[in-house]
T-cell receptor, first 115, second 112 residues
Framework: GAGVSQSPRYKVAKRGQDVALRCDPI?????LFWYQQALGQGPEFLTY????????KSGLPSDRFFAERPEGSVSTLKIQRTQQEDSAVYLC?????????????FGSGTQLSVL | DQQVKQNSPSLSVQEGRISILNCDYT??????FLWYKKYPAEGPTFLIS?????DKNEDGRFTVFLNKSAKHLSLHIVPSQPGDSAVYFC???????????FGSGTKLNVKP
């Protein structure tokens, strides 16, 4: 596709369940980011990949959060033992190169609701 | 500690008038700034950017101004149109950072 694709669009999980969120970046984009957006807030950085290498995971809130991009294209964000405070929109973004001064292309996000 | 702040959660403007959205930052290392626009149920879309070597960048109806000494940037939309109604986020980064820092957004409502 032409843009960044995320699935599922909506996810409802019971507290304690594991979830996996998928991101298909724009083909050929080197950099991939995951952001978390709580209601009424701006996106907060979670993690950054350059190709398959996870160069920064400083924003992951706990060890329940794990992200991978094994072949340098599709990425998965996994949240184990979900908690209510994990409820948010999870945004994936990609950019063409590795320089930070490039615009990000965002997907529509996955809205996660933990009950 | 929020490094990028948008202190106005909302702004209402009449169609045809100017919309001015403001953004302040605290980290003097930031040297690249972007504005994003977000409609409900969609991801943010890139609007305009500016690097710290400039103090102004213009693209059609959109102009971004950067005041480095005040650590302040603003987005001007002239003339405002009802289709501009959305949430606007500013974001900042630097060459040695791996991330963008976003403000909390300003919801713009352009009234017909």
């Amino acid at each position: 596709g032409a843009g960044v694709s995320q699935s599922p669009r909506y996810k409802v999980a019971k507290r304690g369940q594991d979830v996996a969120l998928r991101c298909d970046p724009i083909s050929g984009h080197v950099s991939l980011f995951w952001y978390q957006q709580a209601l009424g807030q701006g996106p907060e950085f979670l993690t950054y990949f350059q190709n398959e290498a996870q160069l920064d995971k400083s924003g992951l809130p706990s060890d329940r959060f794990f992200a991978e991009r094994p072949e340098g294209s599709v990425s998965t964000l996994k949240i184990q033992r979900t908690q209510q405070e994990d409820s948010a929109v999870y945004l994936c973004a990609s950019s063409l190169g590795s320089a930070i001064n490039e615009k990000l292309f965002f997907g529509s996000g996955t809205q996660l609701s933990v009950l | 500690d929020q490094q990028v702040k948008q202190n106005s959660p909302s702004l209402s403007v009449q169609e045809g008038r100017i919309s001015i959205l403001n953004c302040d930052y605290t980290n003097s290392m930031f040297d690249y700034f972007l504005w994003y626009k977000k409609y409900p149920a969609e991801g943010p879309t890139f609007l305009i950017s500016i690097s710290s070597i400039k103090d102004k960048n213009e693209d059609g109806r959109f102009t971004v101004f950067l005041n480095k000494s005040a650590k302040h940037l603003s987005l001007h939309i002239v003339p405002s149109q009802p289709g501009d109604s959305a949430v606007y986020f500013c974001a900042a980064s630097a060459n040695n950072f791996n991330k963008f820092y976003f403000g909390s957004g300003t919801k713009l409502n352009v009234k017909p």
